[in-house]
């Protein structure tokens, strides 16, 4: 099988970002290879209410 | 063959954590975060606290392989720019990639870890820190 790509004119006015984050990409080119990948934990047990203690995981169990 | 990128006007306010401006073509860009956040209600700070046994920070993360092509590409640059007038940029962070040019491979992690504590209704200021 054969595909052809014909990359025409590209001009772009005006780009305005409030962010770029967290493995992200921003990109005015070419590329051959992307590898992105961004790991984010927040479980509920994540807030936690009470005593102020030094936080370890819990024994035996994913934090 | 890549094209040539052409961008007029750029202006970014913040960059910070890992994270990459490039102006010009590269060959590689690699770029990794680990965050651990914290947030106490008081300010209280116990020093290392087990970052590198919570599994969101170590576990491998898989990597993609892409298998071989099917089918024979042929690309065909018609223009060989790419044109911008301007670009903003309010905050770049955290293992982010601004490029502005062609590149062979990008890669970047982030990962972030993020607890809040709250002092319980019965306590009251922190104890801990403190003469006793």
Redesign the interface.
Known sequence: ??????????????????????????????????????????PPE???????V????TRGE?? | M??T?V?QTFHAETLIIS?VLQIG?SERIS?R?RAFA?Q?Q?E?F?GP??EQ????LT?P?P??T?PSP??????????P????????????????????????????????????????SE?SA?T?GRDL
């Open positions: 099988m054969n595909y052809t790509v014909i990359n025409r004119h590209l001009h772009v006015g005006d780009i305005r970002l409030v962010a770029v984050a967290s493995a992200s990409l921003f990109l005015i080119g070419d590329a051959d290879a992307i590898h992105l990948s961004s790991a984010f934990d927040t994540s807030l936690i209410i009470g005593p102020f030094p936080l370890v995981p994913a934090p | 890549k094209r990128s961008v994270s073509d770029a975060t914290v106490r008081y209280l116990f606290e087990g046994i919570f599994p969101v576990k993360i990597r993609w892409s099917v089918a024979a590409r042929q690309t065909l640059h018609e223009s720019v790419i044109s911008v007038q301007s670009v903003r940029v309010l905050a770049i962070s955290s293992s982010a990639i601004v490029h502005i040019g062609s590149t062979s491979t990008a890669e970047a992690e982030a990962r972030i870890k993020h607890i809040r504590q709250l002092a319980g306590s922190p801990r």
